[in-house]
């Protein structure tokens, strides 16, 4: 039997958006406008009450009972319809099938919360990133997709280019991607006499992202040892073959496998300035790192395979 997907979420770096588009299904969501921009194809915007999220999840029921009541598999992503998930035996009731797809600090933050509602009526659960599965270990760790064809790649090595190396971070929050080490990191390598120009965009729209990463040669996504995993900016920089530093925790180095971006370990700038130097003293590696970058994204993000993963395709119905 097939099976009719709606994908449920607001924000996760447009990852709901991705999935529903790629399938061809729909989304709904309950913010006036994404911080960063990203919309559905095909969107149900359910901002009943403007400005309030959870005032609109709570007043908008009587009209996800009519969406609901068309598909087979809610796939909610970071959080359900009501407080504390106490919808889902509503859903279960209507006979649809649930998945909960944690990524992040919905499920860091309240941790506990979910072996109250979701672990009990979910049919499946969800991580984006390994180190949630210490949260909810229950959980099935599937990468974010990502269009990697939809992303430009130039496959050139250029030997004698003696311009500044463009360095990009665009932190969706500061405090979270240790932004502060970041900046001491590029600092201490532009004292050491390499010519870095430093570019940070907090807050800004996807597409102005995108626009400034195609320019830059090197990416930074984050430093915080606390997590030690890749976020979806060092998808989409591997994608284009940007070169990529993050704070990688040595304990997921081996479900990482092959995975070429440079790892900080210990929220030590000088890390960051290490890995600088090296770059700027190395076109070939840049060159090197930005193939392998490629490859990986191909054989472990690409939206086909995770959709596979997801929903074994054979039994869905993409599209409606």
Known sequence: MSLKIL??????????????DAMGSELVTFLREHPFGYRAKNEYNLNIFPNHAVISRILSLPKMLSIVKNYDLLHFHCFTILPCSIDLPLWKAMGKKIYIHYRGSDIRNLKYIYRVTPARWADRLIVSTPDLLKV????????????VQNFPYVDEFIKDDKRPLRV???PSNPTTKGTHLIHKG????????????FECL????????LKAMQQADIIIDQMIAQYGVYG?????????????????NEEYDHVYNGCPILPTRNDDPAEIAAHLIN????AE???????EGRKYMERTHDTNIIINRLYQTGECLLGT
Request: contains cysteine.
């Open 202 to 209: 907090t807050g800004k729209s996807h597409a102005r992202v």
């Open 186 to 197: 590029v600092k201490m390598a532009q004292k050491a006499g390499y010519p870095i120009i």
């Open 168 to 170: 990009l971070h665009a």
């Open 136 to 147: 909810v270990p229950e959980a099935e760790w599937i990468p974010n997709p990502l269009d």
């Open 232 to 248: 979806v900016i060092s998808c989409e920089a591997m994608a284009m073959g940007k070169p990529v530093i993050c704070s990688i």
């Open 7 to 20: 994908h449920i979420g607001d924000c996760c770096s447009g990852n709901p958006q991705r999935l529903a």
């Open 279 to 282: 770059l700027a003293e190395n």
């Open 285 to 291: 590696y840049r060159y090197r790192l930005g193939k």
